[in-house]
């Protein structure tokens, strides 16, 4: 089986190497806590929101990414 | 010794020659032996007649010639009739008159040979070397060799000026298959007397290296009956029913078969159908090969065929697992994006709801809040600072 590695500076936006989709994902989930949390300051979730969107865009651009590259194996 | 009576030589022979003569007038028909037979130049033909004990010994003899005027027409009726030359070692039944010469001594005068006397024990002698063998257990000695599946080392006993032999070796080695022969020719006379021992003795040089070789021929081309005769002979049959190799004979000849081709492995009618019988050997191997391996290629076919399926259907299987494995990724982002969209507060600012702040935090609850105290109204565009008059619960 081909393992399916990727590393992120392709979609990375932070430009950091060891950034992973499983690392994007448990930080996406914090953020989403914070952001549900009624406790966060509100000048706070300005900047998380974006962070959050953010985010799943960039886990969105890596599942399209993994999803062509295992497509083009499968041929 | 003065009233002796002298005679010369000459008058003691003339009395011998009337005393036997005399005393044996007439034809006699005698069976004898040949021994050694020469043919004079001026074509009479001179016979030793012998008779022999039963052990081998020769217990009578005599001198005998056939005249050059009477040998003209018995020698090729004899020939023709018998299937053999006149030579020694027959058994002949002859018409003869007793002859003395004061030079020569006694001699028959053979005027007749009964060919049919010759054949008779010809043929009487053939029987007899066929029950010996029988008995010694020699018939199918040779034949239980197994010939190897691919003989291709032949030793050839043959004459290497016989024309059977060479059309032996053009249809062996210019056989169409492209089967390729190592022949060896071990020479041989392959006709009269000494042919037997001749034949014996190159058969022991192809036993003195016999790991060299799969196949014995002896092959010869057709010939007159009298020239095969030699392979009814005894001692060469028994030496082709001993040898360690099987043995192939191809001695041309179409009607009868020879005591040597009885006791061969396979005896086949001529030195070419000698190499058809070998290249026949190759074409059989050659077919079943092909078959096995016909079978071997179908089978693999259809193993590589059922392992394509599988893998394609492992294929298969991991697709699906993959898709679904991305469709769960992407709902997740999907649902990551609703719970941070729903959470957030300016989608309800834009809807014109607004968010209570107290010192900076969202308050959702009146418990949270006391008359007088300060707080801030959060609006879509701007933000009002409000001082809390009073509170109701509901």
């Known amino acids: 089986m081909v393992k399916l590695v990727v590393t992120l500076n392709r979609y990375n936006m932070n430009k950091d190497k060891s950034f992973t989709y499983k690392e994007a994902l448990s930080q996406l989930e914090e953020l989403v806590k914070k952001i549900e949390n009624p406790e966060t300051q509100l000048e706070d979730i300005t900047c998380e929101v974006k962070k959050a969107l953010e985010l799943i865009k960039y886990c969105r651009e890596t599942i399209k990414g993994y999803k062509d590259e295992a497509a083009k194996l499968m041929e | ?394």
Not at chain 2, 222 to 233: R, V
Request: neutral net charge; hydrophobic residues 40%.
């Open chain 2, 1 to 394: 010794m003065a009233n002796r009576e002298i005679i010369s030589l000459r008058e003691l022979q003339d009395k011998i020659k009337r005393s036997v003569e005399g005393a044996l007038p007439g034809k006699f028909w005698i069976r004898a032996e040949t021994g050694d037979v020469k043919f004079h130049s001026a074509g009479h033909c001179y016979i030793d007649l012998i008779d022999k004990e039963e052990r081998g010994g020769v217990k009578a003899k005599v001198q005998a010639v056939i005249w050059a005027s009477s040998f003209r027409i018995i020698r090729p009726y004899f020939e023709t009739t018998t299937g053999r030359v006149l030579e020694k070692g027959l058994s002949i039944l002859v018409n003869v008159m007793v002859q003395y010469s004061a030079l020569y001594g006694l001699s028959l005068v053979i005027y007749d040979i009964d060919p049919s006397f010759t054949i008779g024990e010809q043929e009487l002698k053939r029987q007899q070397t066929i029950a010996k063998l029988k008995e010694e257990g020699m018939f199918g000695l040779n034949s239980s060799i197994e010939i190897e599946p691919l003989p291709r080392n032949i030793a050839i006993i043959s004459s290497e000026t016989a024309a059977g032999y060479r059309d032996f070796m053009k249809h062996l080695h210019e056989n169409d298959y492209g089967f390729v022969f190592n022949t060896t020719l071990f020479t041989a006379p392959m006709q009269g007397q000494s042919a037997p021992a001749g034949i014996i003795e190159a058969m022991e040089q192809v036993a003195l290296n016999l790991q060299k070789y799969d196949l014995l021929l002896i092959i010869r081309g057709g010939g007159a009956a009298q020239d095969l005769i030699c392979f009814d002979n005894y001692e060469l049959a028994l030496n082709i029913a001993q040898f360690p190799l099987p043995v192939i004979t191809g001695i041309g000849h179409d009607h009868d078969i020879h005591i040597a081709d009885m006791l061969a492995h396979t005896s086949v009618k001529t030195p070419t159908a000698a190499a058809v019988f070998v290249l026949e050997l190759f074409i059989a191997e050659e077919q079943q090969l092909n078959s096995i391996a016909r079978r071997v290629f179908l089978s693999l076919q259809s193993r590589i065929d059922k392992e394509f399926l599988r893998a394609q259907r492992i294929k298969e299987r991991i697709v699906s697992i993959t898709a679904a494995r991305f469709r769960e990724e992407e709902y997740k982002a999907d649902l990551n994006e609703k719970r941070v969209l729903a959470a957030s507060p300016f989608l309800i600012l834009e809807k014109g709801f607004s968010i209570v702040l107290k010192e900076g935090k969202r308050i959702s609850s009146v418990v949270d809040l006391k008359k007088d105290q300060d707080i801030s109204l959060l609006l879509k565009d701007g933000k009002i600072s409000c001082n809390i008059k009073s509170i109701q619960y509901e």
